[in-house]
């Protein structure tokens, strides 16, 4: 399930795939809520978003950031279509190229007997974030490709070699924030499958295969105790 926000929606993806959230949790304020998902290295990734479609006629921007690499913001404009799915799946380097994102080895303190939550490494490592601003346009034009971050090599995601993209209208638009606070903020820890096990946060194979098989027992006990009546 996506994670959901005053209508927003939001998740991180392989192609068609949805990761699975775990470990939900919502600021005291209500407008950040964050989860822990599975990361898989060596496999590209995106993170998409959905609006309300009360909202469909406010200019709004979706600016993501992935550990310490800031992209650039996709502007969602009144003429889009209600429903309509936003995505950035890698660093923009031109009009017409991107870098895709893809999970590399995660380098922090986590291991089987250390709380994730509890990294003192950068709190932007291991984190994938989307925030929501309310924005008005300022200019419909040209941009000039934008430089590669630097020093990424620490980092839990790198960036996969250049590719074509689709030439869009929201290519080359830029606008300015109308408020000091986003709207909604979605934050995607992400950390190995094992790491989130061995802390609680993700059910392991084995507790989940226990769950299913008492499961089915009890749904055959309560058979049978029909029956009999």
């Known amino acids: 399930m996506p ?3 005053d209508g927003f929606q939001s998740w991180v993806s392989y192609g068609s795939e949805e990761i699975a959230c775990h470990g939900i949790e919502k600021s005291e304020d209500g407008k950040e809520v964050t989860c822990w998902i599975a990361s898989e290295e060596g496999k590209k990734f995106s993170i998409k978003w959905t609006r309300p479609a009360q ?24 003429s889009n279509t209600p429903g309509c799915v936003y995505s950035r799946d890698g660093f923009t380097t031109s009009s017409t190229t991107v870098k895709p994102f893809m999970f590399a080895s995660l380098k922090t303190t986590d291991d089987s007997n250390h709380n994730p939550a509890d990294s003192t490494t950068s709190p932007k490592l291991g984190n994938i974030k989307l925030s929501i601003w309310k924005v008005q346009v ?28 689709d030439l869009t209208s929201t290519n080359n638009i830029k606008s300015k ?27 392991s194979t084995k507790t ?15 058979s049978h105790s029909t029956k009999k009546g």
């Not at 909202?55 to 009144?78: E, F, N, S, Y």
């Not at 430089?147 to 996969?160: E, F, M, T």
């Not at 989940?208 to 309560?222: D, E, I, P």
């Open 138 to 165: 300022t200019h419909v034009g040209r941009r000039t490709p934008r430089a590669l971050p630097q020093d990424i090599a620490s980092h839990g995601v790198k960036l996969g070699t250049e590719t074509k993209r």
């Open 55 to 78: 909202l469909a006629r406010t200019a709004m921007r979706g600016k993501v950031q992935v550990d310490d690499i800031i992209c650039r913001g996709i502007v969602m404009q009144d």
């Open 3 to 5: 994670l959901e926000l």
């Open 177 to 203: 924030k109308l408020d000091t606070q986003p709207m909604v903020t979605f934050v995607f820890k992400y950390r190995p499958i094992d790491v989130l096990q061995a802390n609680g946060i993700a059910l």
């Open 208 to 222: 989940t295969n226990s769950t299913k098989a008492k499961s089915v027992r009890s749904k055959r006990r309560g």
